[in-house]
């Protein structure tokens, strides 16, 4: 436990980092480390909230059921994303690993009460809701006001700054540049409010223009960092720390702070 205490503190993003350490020995008592494979429902759409916690490596995805049986994805949370509804006692949607998950995990009722003991840590639950808020406004505005190019590609933006941005920083790693999209093709259209031909061609496109690399269906190397933002549309998704690995591709864009 100490070991990933230590991992989860050095991303300086999950929630546990931005509370004083004295709070930490509380967290760790109440909590415990589980791995799921990929697919592994975490928690059922409209049952009990009965755990939260924090994502420690993996993807979960959010996917919420409609009427008709359709099931759409809302989210994904990464390394350092809390999930779980504290208190609510219904989940408003499904929690699944969408890449095998290992996670820190606390019984919703005993961090419940942690949180009325600490209103440093319960100061830092709000912060995080209202970050998930934002969140999902931006989101809105990828598939309101961006073409299908455009989405795709701040898509792999976002998930590029997400994976190496925080693994980097936790773990000081120099490797090479490549995303892995933790969603199918299909999943990733259904995502994105299109069809799987046009994510694929858009794909290809971004890939012509030489911003990523293809590896596989979902693996990509990022070859020109700016590039890939001018295609998104989306330059307020610079990452300082990112960016420096990219410098000599152009170097009069401007770098502002990360905002995802």
């Not at 939260?52 to 996917?63: A, H, I, K």
């Not at 820190?104 to 809701?129: D, G, K, N, V, Y």
């Not at 490797?175 to 892995?180: D, S, T, W």
């Not at 591709?249 to 702070?257: E, F, I, K």
């Amino acid at each position: 436990m100490a070991d990933v205490c230590q991992w989860c503190r050095g991303s300086n993003r999950s929630v546990c980092a931005a509370v004083p350490l004295h709070f930490h020995e509380e967290i760790r008592r109440i909590s415990h480390i589980r791995t799921f494979e990929a697919g592994t429902t975490i928690a059922s759409e409209g049952h009990e909230a009965l755990f939260v916690g924090t994502v420690l490596r993996g993807v979960l995805r959010l996917v919420k059921t409609l009427a008709d049986g359709r099931q759409q994805i809302v989210g994904l949370l990464f390394a350092s994303d809390m999930f779980g509804r504290v208190f609510s006692d219904e989940m408003p949607f499904a929690i699944e690993a969408a890449t095998k998950v290992e996670l820190c995990m606390a019984p919703r009722r005993r961090f419940e009460t942690l949180l009325s003991r600490h209103h440093e840590l319960e100061h830092e639950i709000l912060i995080r809701t209202l970050d998930e808020l934002d969140a999902g406004r931006n989101w809105m505005v990828v598939l309101g006001c961006q073409n299908m190019l455009e989405r795709v590609a701040a898509f792999l933006a976002i998930l590029t700054i997400r994976e190496h941005v925080l693994e980097d920083a936790a773990e000081g790693s120099e490797r090479a540049a490549i995303v892995e999209v933790p969603l199918s093709r299909a999943d990733m259209a259904a995502y994105l409010g299109t069809t799987l031909e046009t994510v694929s061609r858009s794909i290809h496109r971004i890939a012509d223009h030489g911003a990523i690399e293809i590896i596989d269906p979902r693996q990509f190397l990022i070859k020109d960092w700016p590039a890939l933002l001018r295609l998104s549309g989306r330059s307020d998704l610079t990452s300082h720390q990112f960016l420096g690995r990219f410098s000599g591709h152009d170097d009069n864009m401007r770098t502002l702070s990360e905002a995802c």
